[in-house]
């Protein structure tokens, strides 16, 4: 531990992403990457925007992107915040709106681990709620009235690592019975198949709805996330934004969002391919002897009732091909296999094939 380290540095426990490692042959399911690259008409603006105007700052409002997100989702420009990535966006949500007192934050025992990360990172008290044993979200563990109303709740929908989603009307049973807490719902995996929460918020001002452009639009390396909001928690954001980085947003991803949000045509036909190979991948790996969760995003939750999780996961890796393993209570029996294009998930199956023929 060093001697000039902060007082809480020691006490983080950071976010342990997917191993990026680079080889020959790589199959990489383990990030929810999408497999096709994305709009064409994104990586031609991006190249275009590679002049020497980049020695300016780029536009501080962001409008283009603000207003190409409003009109995507249909809503008002002051109900967008941007980030540098939907992460940074949940940083900024923590900070701005669950930083209040003793008051906790409740979430899912199984769901994106960056929200405990922030919970110990801001200082903010975790309510772990259990999902059901079959992993699916109790509304009514979110509906009962606490002594001390809850700062936040927040899941993701769908879930992960789960994929599996939850209704509109749960969503909004939870809305009304909490108006006095900001209800989160991280919505990173909706663009493949799942229903998003955006039509709520004209009725519930404590909802804040976060999408990404990572996983759907292909653009993780681009670093585009958002929140929708009401127009004063949006300002909140604002504020605890421009008091810790004003300019998150740099040009190249500004006009490369843009032109990806513009391009209807070619998100939707992607999505669709992802959401078919999917349903394939699911069918293959119940061949296999693999039992699944219900997911309706792009990575499938498998388990293998001869199998440990562990032992394919190295087998695989052995083979080249990276799928996640989370050593945590209640999964860890489990793999989480992103969706690949067909040829990928071919592949994926043909070792599995193999591995489990030989007892792994
Ligand atoms: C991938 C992911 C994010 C983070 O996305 P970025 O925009 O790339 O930071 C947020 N939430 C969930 C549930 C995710 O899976």
Redesign the pocket.
């Known amino acids: 531990m060093s001697r000039l380290w902060s007082d809480h540095v020691a006490g983080l426990s950071p976010y342990v992403p997917g191993e990026q490692v680079k080889l020959d042959n790589l199959l990489k399911l383990n990030t ?1 990457e999408h497999p096709f690259g994305p709009s064409p008409k994104a990586l031609e603006a991006i190249r275009q925007a590679a002049t020497d105007d980049l020695r300016l700052y780029p536009s501080y409002s962001a409008q283009e992107l603000r207003d190409a997100v409003a009109h995507n989702h249909g809503v008002k420009a002051n109900n967008v915040f941007l980030g540098n ?6 940083a900024h949500v923590f900070s701005a709106l669950f930083l209040r007192g003793v008051r906790p934050v409740l979430l899912p025992d199984i ?2 681990s ?1 929200y405990t990360t922030y919970c110990s990172y801001f200082g903010v008290p975790a309510d772990i709620v259990p999902l059901r044993e079959d992993f699916t979200l109790n509304v009514q563990d979110y509906v009962r009235k606490r002594s001390l109303p809850p700062a936040g709740i927040i899941f ?1 929908n769908p879930n ?1 690592p789960t994929g599996i989603p939850l209704s509109l009307e749960d969503i909004e049973t939870i809305l009304a019975a909490n108006p006095d807490t900001t209800v989160v719902v ?1 919505e ?2 909706v663009d493949f198949g799942g229903t998003s929460s955006v039509s709520l918020l004209e009725k519930y001002d404590n909802l804040v709805v ?1 999408q ?4 759907s639009r292909a653009l ?1 390396g681009l ?3 958002y929140a929708l909001a009401s127009a004063d928690i949006i300002q909140a954001l604002e504020r605890v934004k421009d008091s810790f980085n004003s300019y998150p947003m740099d040009t190249i991803a500004q006009v490369g969002a843009v032109a990806s949000l513009k391009d209807t045509e070619y998100f939707e036909r992607q999505c669709q391919a992802v959401i078919d190979a999917r349903e394939q991948l699911r069918a293959d790996l119940e061949q296999l002897g693999f039992e699944i969760l219900p997911s309706k995003a792009n990575f499938l939750m498998a388990t293998h009732p001869k199998h440990s999780a562990a032992g394919i996961q190295q087998a695989l890796r052995e083979q080249g091909i990276l799928v996640r393993h989370f050593r945590q209570p209640r999964i860890e029996q489990y793999l989480r296999i992103t969706v690949g294009s067909p040829e990928q998930c071919a592949r994926l199956c043909n070792s599995l094939r193999q591995i489990l023929g030989q007892g792994a």
Do not use: P
């Open positions: 929810n990535g939907s992460d940074e966006v949940l769901t994106y960056f993701a992960a991280d990173a995996y976060i990404t452009m990572s996983k993780a670093r585009v996330g």
